[in-house]
DNA sequence: CCTTACTTACTAAACGGTAAGTAAATTATA
DNA sequence: TATAATTTACTTACCGTTTAGTAAGTAAGG
């Protein structure tokens, strides 16, 4: 039986909703009606929505920021990148709701990200660049623009995830190929991660 | 003298609208103001916001499918990919406001992406394709997932385009590590060129 | 009796879209 | 060729709905 706050509930249900609709496209009324609350009593608990919204995204830039860390400090630095590489791709399979919200705040330019997601992120990227500056000390990687790589990981996995609906219009189109199964996410993790450490080796 | 149809005025500035605050953000009152016109006047145009929308986008979808199935057709696999890359690339130099147009249609799964658009997206997957099978027919490239490909492409440089912003707030963040000058985006395109390549070569 | 956790009822503003009118250009007609 | 009719390209004024946010009231528990 989980015992979950009404505040979680709520926090729950706005989390869905952002990250299927929007910020925008996101009402109160639906997220209360989800909870099965009237709009008030969210504001009772939240400021207003801006801040239901950090409510949302804070924890799971946290969240993530720290499994990166965990992860990636033991190792050579091809282990650590590949960690670095897997483990992101799992949270987004842990946490679904991941992929579209941040997808966005990346298409946004971020211009709606909270400082402390920034910071969170600030972090985790801070560890990748030390894992390419051993990596390169090593020998073992070519020197590359951190931000660039990140974005080769980051973004391919959760553009990867929000385009599904994407592929499967794509696929009607492309009666001619023939239309292999589409591979599970852990496949695409891997595939992604050998791509991006191949390409980085010296 | 660039003598523009006020048709064609009400498309830019709305481009440069749904670029910089997507699509809900968006309002018809602040396009008509650019254009020094009124509201209504867009509705003598256009029959409403979906359409002028479609009427700002289909053009960029067709234009770069056209262009990469011009530069990709001939030399070998490896040649071609680089080309389909760099063309893309190129592409979102010229029309600046098409990188975060496309973020958000990815991001959002395509919802709202005028089936004119995705017909076009698929002309060009299937060349990504055809030039992938025939790069591992010709024993050059291993056997990858093609939409985990176009994804590491068009995505990586789409977001790189976008995350700017971001980029920036990140490094106000990280005082300790060296600021190095950021890469122009003509050398973002090599180096995701050269990765994507050689993490494809058998 | 006071705090918690809400509900009902409401306000204000924004925004997509429309109705109706109009000046200027274009075309048809006498 | 002068004039009447029509179309083009708008404007002013407005409507209806949606939605974030608030004021005030209330039932339950400590």
Known sequence: MPKVSKKELIIYHARESFSKNGYELTTLEAIAKECSITKPAIYYHFKD???LYKAVVCPEFTAIALKIKENTQMG???KRLENYIKTFGEFLISNPS?????????ANGASSMPDECIEQLSRTIGQLISILNDGESAKTFTKEPPFLIQMMIVTTLTSYNTAQPLREKISQ??????TQA?????????????KIIKGLLC
């Open 49 to 51: 929505k801006a801040t």
């Open 173 to 178: 189109y492309m009666q001619n190929k023939a």
């Open 182 to 194: 589409e591979p599970n996410f852990h496949n695409i993790i891997d595939a992604l991660s050998q």
């Open 76 to 78: 050579t630095p091809t």
């Open 98 to 106: 991941f992929s579209a919200i941040f997808a966005r705040e990346i």
